[in-house]
């Protein structure tokens, strides 16, 4: 099993859509995670920490689920501007390095 | 604030001949630094990360090297490049778990 797993996609939305991504990770010891929007042939930025309460900021909306081992993405009201790749990312300690999934493609059409 | 810059930003080098990415971090002192490689169609895999200056940890087997002769430059090298080795170099910084990507050099051996 991959350390982080993600769909590959492409999903391909309309704006003002709602759109979900699961993540799914195998260290059950792992303790920080993140999602990251990556552009096509740019830089992947930080989108967001998940904490295990959850949280949001504006349209997105991080969740853990610590018992299934898996993290959510949710967007509200999509926007043309949300079309990216969206990587999930697992930190096993804190010391060690980010594992990276390998990104759900996203698509928001007008 | 932090800044990191990388260059080249695209290059085009032959077959086995030798290779240097410098990385600069700004802003920042004994950061953690990071070399990725992301091939086409690909995730982001960890190449090297250093958390000081001459201190270099390896996570995968190949004909690059790095290496750190200042507290904030990294350096990718390597002495005789394969076809293999295209794809885009990005140096990372990390502050609290979180990761920051340069620009990133995208590199392309023919």
């Known amino acids: 099993r991959k350390e982080v797993e993600q769909d590959p996609g492409p999903f391909n939305v309309p704006e003002g859509a709602t759109v979900a991504f699961n993540c799914t990770y195998s260290?059950?010891?792992?303790?920080?995670f993140f999602w990251y929007r990556q552009d096509c042939r740019k830089e992947p930025k930080l989108l967001m920490s998940?904490?295990?309460s959850g949280n949001e900021d504006g349209r997105f909306t991080a969740q853990l689920n610590r018992a299934s081992q898996y993290i959510s993405l949710l967007i509200r009201d999509s926007k043309l501007s949300d079309s990216a790749t969206y990587l999930c990312?697992?930190?096993?300690?804190?010391?060690?390095?980010?594992?990276f999934g390998k990104g759900t493609r996203l698509s928001v059409i007008a | 604030s932090q800044t990191i810059h990388q260059w080249p930003a695209t290059l085009v080098q032959p077959v086995g001949s030798p290779l240097s990415l410098e990385c600069t971090v700004e802003?920042?002192?004994?950061?953690?630094l990071y070399w990725y490689r992301q091939a086409a169609g690909r995730g982001l895999q960890l190449l090297f990360y250093?958390?000081?200056?001459?201190?270099i940890s390896s996570e995968v087997p190949q004909n690059l090297s790095a290496s750190r002769p200042q507290d904030r430059q990294f350096i990718l090298s390597s002495k005789k490049l394969l076809l293999s080795d295209s794809g885009f170099y990005l140096c990372?910084?990390?502050?609290?778990?979180?990761?920051?990507f340069g620009p990133g050099t995208r590199l392309t051996v023919l």
């Open positions: 990372a910084w990390s502050l609290r778990g979180e990761l920051y």
């Open positions: 260290n059950s010891a792992s303790q920080s």
């Open positions: 998940v904490y295990s």
């Open positions: 990312v697992v930190q096993n300690s804190g010391n060690t390095p980010l594992v």
């Open positions: 802003g920042t002192s004994n950061p953690n």
């Open positions: 250093s958390v000081g200056i001459g201190q």
